[in-house]
């Protein structure tokens, strides 16, 4: 059990059966009444958001996922396929219970997942994933390196934005965090 007063964004709870992580949260004191937490939660298993109000001090139960390698697999329609490289188990995901990392998904790729009581709940992808360009601008002469940015789209459909130099056929190094560029690592 944890206070409310201790969550943080990232964290996962328990409550009323559902796994909620907690995306954002701010301590909220009227000038009537007693202290509470103003919270967005993300719903782990079918990736809904939504806010909410918890009571200061109030305890609720804190989930710690299990994590273990997998690998993607392949994509049909909005359902992403997986296997357990422990246990060659596969399993389906969600685009809904994946949110946005599948925008930098690659087939074959490692990932590890993270479970709950044996069920597979979500994804966490590596920090950098080196994906080829597939459509942009083509460069210019007199861009240089420090000119600016365009936009380009990439081999799993994301569009993140590059400098003037990249062009289609990179390869390029991207922050799954963040979606920015980071290098281009082949040309």
Known sequence: ??????????????MDGELLQVVKQQHVKPGKGPAFMRMTFRNVRTGATFDGKLRTGEKVKRIILDERPAQYLYREGDDFHFMDE????QF???????????????ES????????????VS?????????EITKTDPD?????????SKPATLETGAV?????????GDVIKVDTRTGEYVERVSA
Not at 1 to 14: A, H, Q, V, W, Y
Not at 140 to 148: C, I, P
């Open 123 to 131: 994804i966490t992808l590596p920090i950098f994933v080196e994906l």
């Open 140 to 148: 210019v002469r007199g861009d240089t390196a420090s000119g600016g």
């Open 92 to 106: 389906t995901l969600s685009a809904d219970q994946l949110g946005d990392t599948v925008k930098f998904l690659k």
């Open 160 to 168: 993140v934005q590059v400098p003037f130099f990249v062009s289609e």
């Open 1 to 14: 059990m944890i206070s409310t007063t201790d969550l943080r964004p990232g964290m996962i709870i328990e």
């Open 86 to 89: 422990e246990s060659f188990e």
């Open 109 to 120: 790729e490692s990932i590890n997942i993270a479970g709950y009581e044996g069920d597979p």
